[in-house]
């Protein structure tokens, strides 16, 4: 996710031209010391980019989890589906809406296993959030079906494979609403920050108004006079985070060419000696990560003690402890813990390599060949 290792002289320049444009650093009026509005041309740009009808950007992938649960009506003591391979704001956005995290098992492709989430569901499931893992897309064809027979709502969390489609779409807007990071570690980075999208009007306008104090950006009134219906919250995103979001979208398909080159690459040399993360037939990843299976135990912590000397590993093993929910004890009921252990058990038997664009397709393919030679 390199989003951080490519900025340079272009998003400095584009934050300094806010400075020469009046300075505004705030989203919504001061029109006299503004020339434009960046965070709407932002959201106008990710509409395009992801084609979808409506967007509206927040200050962080966490808020847009927690601003799309609440449009989709989930309250408290309701049940909300996501799964063991994450990271822990999927679970804390539900907690704080006082709703129930319920932990589905992770298949091969290491994203929500379809199966077990049939088993999950009950009366009191309100929505599922699957969760698209380091690049690659859940079985979306598959969940949609089975949450359409129960009337249940679907979030999806990109936070992690912005750009990545499945068929036609682009992940985030294959179903009822999704999420976007840009945090500092994501595929694109504002420093912190995220995004809502969606087709649907009646969650766009909730999600709009409930990030800003419910405001609801009446033409007809000042915004000192505005017209108001919820209760909302502050998530807004600044005109400094928008402006660089601006920069960086634009590196966003030159950053997936040259993801794809390296991943390439390491696979052409692991194919065959080791099993690699399934990408779902529909799905078109993003490869900023290179995942693969090893057996044995021996095997796999030299290989890693062989990375940590060079390019590190990325969530497995070295984070798992923030991405698998097995550890999140300080959230979960002990029943939760007890479904995430097969998924556990799971990725502690992968690697991740992280994709890294200032690392060359030189160093990668002499990397893949030590680790085929372990
Ligand atoms: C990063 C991430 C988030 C949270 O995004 P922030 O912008 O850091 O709040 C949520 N879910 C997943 C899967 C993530 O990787």
Redesign the pocket.
Known sequence: MPGWELINHKEKKSLLSLFNEGGCLFAHGFEKHRKRFHVREFEKNIKNRFKSKYCVAVS????A?KIALKALGVKRNDEVITQCF??V??VEAIIDIGAKPIICNIDSSLNMCPKDLKKKITKKTKAIIP?H?LGVSCDMQKIKKIAKNKSIKILE?N??SVGGKYGKKFLGNVSNIGVL???F??TITTG???AILTNNKKLYKFCKEYHDHGHQNNKKFSRGRDTVEYAGFNYRMTEMQAIIGKEQLKKLTFILKENKKRHRLINDILKNKFTIREINKNSTSIYDTFIFKVGSISKKKSIIKFLKKNLGTKNLPDAIKWHCSYYWKHMLSKKEIRNSFKGKQLLEQHIAIPILLKKSLSSYKFVANKINNI
């Open positions: 962080s992938g966490t808020a989890i994450n990271f704001a999927t969760v893992m969390d936070c992690e990071s840009f945090d570690s994501k912190e920050g995220g």
